[in-house]
């Protein structure tokens, strides 16, 4: 089945048409620069203008969104504006889109896509994705049923919380060397390994594609791979969950 995903992020909103059977793009990855004030309206206008670009609008269409969503409803806006709390963001992006949608975490969106077609594939126990962006995204897995809106990136974590030291939008504000970022981050896959005990993390986001420059400095007890789909899998998740 084709359908349309769009990934709204802090920076950008990115989305293509997906083939959700073989978990690939069917068409090239757009990307419109996600609007300054962040708002509800603004953002959604933008994702009509892609959806427009991309010019297929057949079926429900997923969306993921950089906050919790729990009955429609979004719950947080930690990169977003204010306002998102307590938004319908099924009746928001439905009216802008003229099309019926389905709205979910864009960290677990990009989970779904990792269990079916990346390295989550068949693996049974605790796996983690962790997107490393702006924010930190999580999709916590069990035996491949997802526990929905986990929000890692925010658990109390130093003098602050986790995003705030482990997320590639620290890394750049605080212009940290590779080292410096590397030895961020496995204190924080770290924690999350402490805690959870997972049998697998899978590290999504841009800058797992940047993994090389980093890897080094993950201490090896820790077992840990990056994303299948690279950035692209918050739009194939996307897609995924509007396929009912
Ligand atoms: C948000 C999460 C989101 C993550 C990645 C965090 O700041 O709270 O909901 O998944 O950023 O975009």
């Not at 080292?179 to 999504?204: H, R």
Request: include cysteine; hydrophobic fraction near 35%; charged fraction near 25%.
């Amino acid at each position: 089945m084709e359908l349309v995903g769009i990934d709204i992020g802090g920076s950008g909103i990115k989305g293509a048409r997906v083939d959700t059977k073989k978990g690939v793009l069917r068409s090239e990855r757009l990307k419109i620069p996600t609007p300054k004030s962040k708002k509800p309206k603004d953002i959604a206008d933008t994702a009509r203008r892609l959806l427009d670009q991309i010019g297929y609008k057949q079926g429900t269409i997923g969306i993921g969104i950089p906050a919790v969503v729990k009955d429609n409803i979004c719950c947080t806006a930690s990169n977003i504006d204010k306002s998102w709390i307590g938004c319908n963001v099924e009746e928001l992006f439905s009216d802008a889109l003229g099309h019926p949608v389905n709205v979910l975490n864009d960290a677990d969106a990009a989970g779904i896509a990792e269990m079916t077609f990346g390295k989550g594939k068949n693996k049974k126990g605790t796996i983690i994705t962790l997107t490393l962006g702006t924010g930190i995204g999580s999709a916590l897995f069990r035996d491949g049923i997802l526990v929905p809106n986990t929000e890692f990136g925010h658990l109390k974590y130093k003098d602050s919380i986790a995003e705030k030291h482990a997320s590639n939008g620290a890394r750049k504000k605080k212009d940290l060397s590779w080292e410096e970022y590397g030895k961020e981050l496995n204190d924080f896959l770290q924690y999350i390994d402490f805690v959870f005990s997972p049998n697998l993390m899978i590290i999504g986001g841009g800058i797992s594609k940047k993994f090389d420059n980093y890897k080094k400095y993950i201490a090896s007890n820790l077992n840990v791979t990056t994303a299948g789909n690279y950035n692209d899998s918050g739009i194939i998740g996307a897609a995924m969950s509007a396929y009912k």
